[in-house]
């Protein structure tokens, strides 16, 4: 190690490393700690060249300034002080510690048992502090770059009302696109490729919600079993582009990704994970937050500190509680948001983030700093409404700002489809934007994002092939993943060469996508869903990188996906299915027509006995276009029927000369006729088994007039 470089005091903001053009100022909150001492390494980041001692401390903050040194310069800390893990505390200076600010990281976390901060004694006693140095296993922080000044693309600010969603990982939907260069593959900047944009516009999809993206570490029992964190569900840097999407400088990729999606239209949204850290429970190891300040970062049991208080289901919970650990949140959101272009965020389970002491508060510090805040406050919100904790499912429960996951709508869906009965009170609920749920305190239909498939359970294709989960190739006997799926295999389980069952499964897809893109709320389809995407049965291919999780290119289903194509043209062509405002049962004020009326299958309004009976499995309602004079549209006619035999429906409005027309109907090959089929409307029409058909209202001055009484 050369001789020590000396610092000056610097500033104790901002937080981070910041270059000003002559040197840097580092600066590292930790109120509970006796020095710290920032770490310099060489470019490759094998050798230590300077350890130096943060010269001040102010409100809590350690900080110094180093002369002459720059961006690219790799870094690391070592905080000293008290080892009494009973009193919350954790400190160990053998210990290299990843900067909770840095923006970029060099090289990876290596397993050994140096990066544990502890000795294990008689009886798991962890009283005693290791002391072998970790820092060969770790990767280094590095002093980022200014961001360019340069003008970017304006970003779309796409209305919520307007927004379809598509859930996707960046690997798992680059890594085989046989139209990528190979070396970006799998990247951000293989997103960004013309072939990659095309699919995504060609599509209608307006916005991208990308898996993890930040820095995370592969858990070492994966390791072990060949395997890794695929997801990225386990974080260890909130401001740090994960290495493994990157070509060159990750926040230069990201940018670069970001403003090509921007130019198209099409918005980024980051799901990103505020509520654990890859640092574990208490036998974790010591790599960032632990080290720094243990008792601050994160919520303690009380009764025992030397234990961590666990809603996340992965070892530890953040402590937003705390000013320092919410603005370390906070300030990670706005550099994402600001310097790198995203339009918003989607909360892994986000009740974590509003709990208090006495449980979960839609008031709490994390809401309330959110919605305040007018940089964050101005984005996209969404939150996974739950977590492991005690009362941890709170959908419906969030503030007004937030959208939600709707789960509710995924488990109706599926499980009308698959042939319940007694559903249909339930599914109208779903369909039209779960009011029950969200209308309150002036929260609209887009306060849902409804889902059929997400990247957490069956993808759309093996929801229809599978009735059981089939994760043996995860390693854990196919214990892990959710063993209640609400799904339907159309008689055979897994692949099958019956045409029948081919068929059936092809309806049941076309019947799934219909119901999500026709329903008021914003729609999420999962990446490759709209292509047939299978992972053999496997419902939490988190550790799949690789065939099970990549989307194969050329193996999609062309069909479905035009048909998913125009399944969502229809819904951007027409506001009446995505209204802003939710349904009254009111007549309109201009056409007089109530705004929706749910249909019996004698052309009648349904009464309270029709919703009650048990053995209904087919609904149908019609959709007035107006929505209180904005956004004029047509009416439509929708008749879902989940039952095995077909049901005829008397249409309503059965004048001699009334005419529909059949726009949709999923039990068709294609989904959509190749042009409009008139319906007589004095004639029933008979839904087929299992689809759904979509009518509507013809123009009164059509050349085509069949006489009254033809049969459709």
């Known amino acids: 190690m050369s001789a020590p470089r000396s610092l000056r005091p610097g500033n104790p903001r901002p937080l981070g490393a910041c270059w000003d053009g002559k040197g840097v100022n580092f600066a590292l909150f930790s109120a509970h700690a006796e020095k710290v001492e920032l770490c310099l390494f060489d470019p490759k980041g094998r050798r230590e060249t300077d350890r130096i001692a943060l010269p001040e401390y102010t409100d809590q903050i350690w900080h110094g300034y180093l002369p002459d040194c720059g961006p690219g310069q790799l870094y690391g800390y070592r905080v000293h002080g008290p080892y009494d893990p009973a009193a919350g505390h954790r400190f160990n200076p053998h210990k290299l510690l990843i900067d909770p600010y840095a923006r970029a990281l060099s090289g990876s976390i290596t397993w050994s048992d140096a990066l544990y901060g502890y000795r294990t004694g008689p009886g798991g006693d962890t009283t005693s502090p290791d002391r072998r140095d970790?820092?060969?296993?770790?990767?280094?922080?590095?002093?980022?770059?200014?961001?360019?000044?340069?003008?970017?693309?304006?970003?779309?600010?796409?209305?919520?009302?307007?927004?379809?969603?598509?859930?996707?990982?960046?690997?798992?939907?680059?890594?085989?696109?046989?139209?990528?260069?190979?070396?970006?593959?799998?990247?951000?900047?293989?997103?960004?490729?013309?072939?990659m944009i095309a699919h995504l516009t060609g599509l209608g999809v307006t916005a991208i919600e990308l898996l993890p993206i930040q820095a995370r570490l592969n858990e070492r029992a994966l390791v072990e079993r060949g395997l890794n964190n695929y997801w990225g569900y386990n974080p260890t840097a909130y401001s740090a582009p994960d290495a493994r999407f990157s070509v060159g400088d990750g926040a230069e990729d990201f940018r670069a990704m970001t403003d090509r999606l921007h130019e198209s239209g099409i918005e980024v949204i980051l799901d990103v994970v505020y509520n654990h850290t890859a640092e574990a429970g208490h036998l974790g190891p010591t790599l960032s937050f632990r080290g720094i300040d243990n008792a601050s970062y994160y919520a303690l049991e009380a009764g025992d500190k030397r234990l961590y208080q666990n809603h996340s289901g992965c070892g530890n919970t953040l402590d937003l509680a705390h000013p320092r650990v919410l603005q370390m949140v906070l300030d990670s959101l706005r550099y994402w948001a600001l310097d790198m272009g995203v339009d918003g965020f989607r909360f892994d389970l986000a009740t974590s983030l509003g709990r208090r002491r006495h449980g979960f508060s839609a008031d709490a510090p994390f809401f309330q700093a959110i919605l305040q805040d007018p940089v964050l406050s101005g984005v996209k919100l969404i939150a996974e409404p739950w977590d492991l904790g005690p009362g941890g499912y709170r959908l419906g429960g969030f503030p007004p700002g937030f959208s939600e996951w709707n789960g509710q709508f995924r488990d109706t869906a599926r499980r009308f489809w698959r042939g319940e009965g007694g559903l249909i009170g339930d599914l109208a609920s779903r369909l039209t934007g779960s009011s029950d749920l969200f209308a309150r305190q002036g929260r609209r239909p887009w306060a849902g994002v409804n889902y059929v498939a997400c990247h957490d359970g069956f993808t759309l294709k093996d929801l229809v092939s599978y009735e059981t989960k089939h994760n043996e190739a995860n390693g854990e006997d196919n214990?892990?993943?959710?063993?209640?799926?609400?799904?339907?295999?159309?008689?055979?389980?897994?692949?099958?060469?019956?045409?029948?069952?081919?068929?059936?499964?092809?309806?049941?897809?076309?019947?799934?996508?219909?119901?999500?893109?026709?329903?008021?709320?914003?729609?999420?389809?999962?990446?490759?869903?709209?292509?047939?995407?299978?992972?053999?049965?496997?419902?939490?291919?988190?550790?799949?990188?690789?065939?099970?999780?990549?989307?194969?290119?050329?193996?999609?289903?062309?069909?479905?996906?035009?048909?998913?194509?125009?399944?969502?043209?229809?819904r951007r062509s027409h506001p009446a299915f995505r209204r802003a405002r939710f349904f009254t049962g009111q007549p309109d004020r201009l056409s007089l027509t109530k705004?929706?009326?749910?249909?019996?299958?004698?052309?009648?309004?349904?009464?309270?006995?029709?919703?009650?009976?048990?053995?209904?499995?087919?609904?149908?309602?019609?959709?007035?276009?107006?929505?209180?004079?904005?956004?004029?549209?047509?009416?439509?006619?929708?008749?879902?029927?989940?039952?095995?035999?077909?049901?005829?429906?008397?249409?309503?409005?059965?004048?001699?000369?009334?005419?529909?027309?059949?726009?949709?109907?999923?039990?068709?090959?294609?989904?959509?006729?190749?042009?409009?089929?008139?319906?007589?409307?004095?004639?029933?029409?008979a839904v087929t088994p299992r689809s759904i058909s979509v009518l509507r209202l013809a123009e009164e001055n059509r050349n085509r007039n069949p006489a009254a009484g033809e049969p459709v």
């Open 134 to 195: 970790s820092a060969r296993f770790m990767p280094k922080c590095v002093v980022p770059s200014p961001a360019p000044h340069h003008e970017r693309p304006r970003k779309p600010n796409r209305p919520w009302s307007e927004t379809i969603l598509y859930e996707a990982h960046v690997r798992g939907l680059t890594r085989n696109h046989p139209q990528l260069p190979p070396a970006l593959r799998g990247t951000f900047r293989g997103l960004a490729e013309p072939a």
């Open 479 to 570: 214990r892990d993943g959710n063993n209640v799926n609400h799904s339907w295999n159309c008689g055979v389980e897994g692949p099958s060469r019956n045409k029948g069952v081919v068929a059936m499964r092809a309806v049941q897809m076309r019947n799934l996508l219909t119901t999500l893109f026709l329903s008021q709320g914003v729609p999420m389809l999962q990446a490759g869903d709209e292509m047939g995407r299978s992972q053999n049965g496997n419902n939490n291919a988190y550790c799949q990188d690789n065939e099970t999780s990549w989307i194969d290119w050329d193996g999609i289903d062309e069909t479905l996906v035009r048909f998913t194509t125009q399944l969502i043209a229809l």
């Open 595 to 685: 705004d929706i009326v749910w249909i019996t299958p004698e052309g009648l309004e349904m009464t309270p006995q029709d919703w009650a009976a048990p053995f209904a499995r087919s609904l149908a309602f019609a959709i007035n276009g107006g929505d209180r004079g904005e956004n004029l549209d047509e009416r439509f006619l929708v008749m879902m029927n989940a039952y095995h035999d077909a049901v005829p429906y008397r249409l309503p409005e059965t004048a001699p000369h009334h005419r529909w027309d059949l726009i949709l109907d999923t039990s068709l090959p294609e989904g959509f006729p190749a042009d409009p089929i008139l319906i007589n409307g004095a004639v029933p029409y």
